[in-house]
């Protein structure tokens, strides 16, 4: 595949990811910004109020995104591909349904703010596949067959 089709594919995904974050603060949150999950539910109908603990709150918040990112994905013409293991990258790979060539790694992050004008994220380790970009180690597919990478990122307030 030469570049520029490679670009044209890179800036369109590009162009609709941005498109679909926009939308997701009206799935996660109503309009005066109180979260639309409240807490967890069991089978004896016992319900428990979410943590502040930030690993809860991002695994929830991906759980309650996840049909959302697969119906965009859909809608767009990809198919997705989750991380192997749980200490893979990317979180999601992006494929497209008719030229598997095309991928696009999509990590999603998520962060509190700790005031007005602050937030922090780690944006992972910088594994071997940084260096050995034909290799498969700690990643989904080798990071050289990847067509661009992206951060799906989620800030929120305690």
């Not at 309009?31 to 109908?45: A, E, P, Q, S, V």
């Not at 990590?107 to 994220?121: A, L, Y």
């Amino acid at each position: 595949m030469n570049k520029a089709n490679t670009k044209k594919y890179k800036d369109d995904f590009r162009t609709e990811l941005k498109r679909f974050a926009d939308k997701l603060k009206n799935h996660i949150s109503t309009d005066n910004g109180d979260w639309t999950i409240k807490g967890f539910i069991d089978i004896y109908k016992n319900i428990y109020t979410i943590s502040s603990d930030t690993k809860i709150v991002s695994k929830i918040l991906e759980i309650h995104l996840f049909p959302q990112i697969l119906q965009f994905a859909d809608g767009i013409g990809y198919h997705i591909v989750l991380a192997e293991k749980q200490n893979y990258y990317p979180d999601l790979t992006f494929v497209h349904k008719s030229n598997d060539q095309i991928k696009f790694a999509v990590d999603i992050k998520t962060t509190f703010r700790r005031n007005d004008s602050s937030v922090g994220f780690t944006l992972g380790s910088h594994g071997a596949y940084f260096i050995q970009r034909d290799k498969a180690k700690n990643i989904q597919f080798p990071y050289n067959q990847y067509s661009g990478h992206f951060v799906l990122g989620i800030i929120y307030s305690r």
